[in-house]
């Protein structure tokens, strides 16, 4: 029989208000759980007990849901494309850059390792990671004890440029199709999972990668089994003309003309809308079509603000009726310090401080996210739900004085007060540290992947750049025996 353990006494718990459909703050109050579920949120829990675990001077919170992540390629590119330039493609990374610091199968597991450690460090108990099936996948998501959706990649064609301002695409017949078989392969095996934490979702990669019938398919498949489905679309100036260029709509209304736009549908990004200011545009259709269809935009705000972009606004989708959630499409895997930057940046860019409140944040980053993902079991403390759990230390000093503890955390002490992380029951960060991944390990293996990705960047350049020269150092390096 499972074993029951209960947070008694909990000086702030963000409990899940059933009748309201909505988060709340409960005082004094107990959670329990059993096994992997929880069996009682509300006052003193008085059945039977094995683990009791002190709730004074914690705040009990619902795990945190990331809905978009590359976890095995970005920690590669810290120190690269933070601040990398790109005029030809309006200064997206994609096109120039990302083909360019690539990551290899020895760097692939501590890419991985060191993502998912800063998420469960900073309360993220559910990841989706969109990445090209490897062998280790599975088995290192799993060891880490996070809750994770596979989403195995695949695509008709490769995008690529000559010359750093024309974007050209090679297409590969077949491709789609047989990528999309051995994502359905990885789906299947995800799902039988022995952890039994883990599962599949349905990524045909870029809407501009995949032919009409890749998306059709691979969306009718999502739907007969009732698995999410997911593209990155409307995420960049280039492929919002690109496509107008082949179809004579915007991204979103082509989506829908292939019927592939309802609630299982998550968009990547979904910046580029024919509201954006960037295109200039003359409709302004996209934001109540993705509501009308009840679809999910998957924001990640860092990712795009290091280039100058923003949503526009996460307050404007939420006032039209749009579902959000939140993801962490590069590094620092930090979850909450990604929450806190779409705060920050929605009121810069809505020009006042109106646009959203905390409130917005959080529910996308728990309920919204768990909707996208079609769940209801996860992203809130209510009994029957996952026993995804997340207590914060109220005493740290981040978090005083305390008024406001949802506040606290987001606008001030992010990931530093977060000292126990359970994930179905299973305790897998103590103390301020990740049970179940050796990061140190991890880092040092992720620094050698590095210089080796650094070492093949002038053969894969279309100028045979080195990184030096595409992502030069903040200051130049001397002899010291110079100073």
């Known amino acids: 029989m499972s074993e029951t353990t209960v947070i008694r006494n909990a000086d702030w718990t963000v409990a899940w208000d059933r009748q309201g459909e909505r988060h709340v703050y409960a005082r004094g109050a107990d959670v329990a759980f059993r096994g992997n579920e929880i069996v009682h949120v509300g006052a003193r829990y008085e059945g039977p007990v094995d683990h009791e675990i002190d709730g004074r001077e914690r705040m009990v919170m619902p795990g945190l849901v990331n809905v978009h992540s590359h976890p095995s390629s970005e920690p590669l590119r810290k120190g690269i494309t933070d601040e990398t330039h790109s005029p030809g493609f309006h200064h997206s990374s994609l096109y120039e850059f990302l083909t360019v610091f690539d990551n290899d199968p020895e760097g692939r597991v501590a890419c991985l390792q060191v993502a998912l ?19 280790e996948w599975l088995d290192t998501l799993a060891a880490s004890g996070i809750r994770a959706v596979v ?17 050209d695409y090679e297409w590969k017949p077949g491709s789609g199709k047989k990528g999309f078989e051995e994502a359905i392969r990885v789906i299947d ?58 179809h004579g709509m915007t991204p979103i209304q082509y989506l829908d003309s292939l019927g592939v736009l309802d609630d299982n549908s998550i968009i990547g990004h979904g910046i580029f809308l024919d509201h954006h200011p960037w295109l200039h545009w003359t409709t302004r259709k996209d934001l109540a079509l993705l509501a009308d269809r009840g679809a999910t935009v998957a924001h990640c705000p860092t990712v795009f603000a290091r280039r100058g972009i923003t949503l526009r606004t996460f307050g404007g989708y939420r006032r039209a009726g749009i579902n959000l959630g939140i993801g962490t499409d590069t ?18 860019i809505g020009e006042s401080v109106a646009d959203l409140d905390a ?84 880092s040092a293996a992720l620094q050698e992947a590095q210089a080796r990705s650094l070492a093949r960047t002038p053969g894969l350049d279309w100028a045979g750049r080195s990184a030096d020269e595409m992502a030069p150092m903040a200051y130049g390096t001397v002899d010291a025996t110079t100073l």
Request: glycine share 6%; aromatic share 8%; hydrophobic share 40%.
């Open 117 to 135: 450690a800063e998420l469960l460090l900073s309360g993220c108990t559910t990841i989706t990671d969109l990445s090209a099936p490897y062998e």
């Open 151 to 167: 989403a195995p990649g695949f695509r008709d064609a490769r995008w690529f440029t000559r010359n750093g301002h024309a974007l």
């Open 189 to 246: 095996r995800a799902n039988q999972h022995p952890s039994g934490r883990l599962s599949g979702m349905v990524y045909p990669a870029q809407i501009d990668t995949c032919e009409p019938a890749t998306m059709r398919d691979s969306f009718d498949f999502a739907r007969g089994r009732d698995l999410p489905w997911q593209i990155h679309a409307a995420q960049s100036v280039a492929e919002f003309h690109e496509i107008q260029r082949r």
């Open 331 to 348: 590094y620092p895997h930090h979850f909450l310090e990604e929450m806190r930057s779409a705060m920050y940046y929605a009121r810069v």
């Open 359 to 442: 409130r917005d944040i959080f529910d996308a980053a728990t309920i919204g996210g768990a909707r996208a993902l079609r769940r209801d079991d996860i992203g809130r403390l209510a009994v029957g739900a996952k026993a995804d759990i997340v207590l914060v230390d109220t005493r740290h000093p981040s978090m005083m004085p305390l008024r406001e503890p949802v506040r606290s955390l987001l606008f001030v002490a992010a990931e530093r007060p977060i000292r126990s992380v359970y994930v179905d029951g299973v305790r897998v960060v103590e103390d301020g540290r990740v049970l179940n991944i050796d990061l140190a390990a991890a």
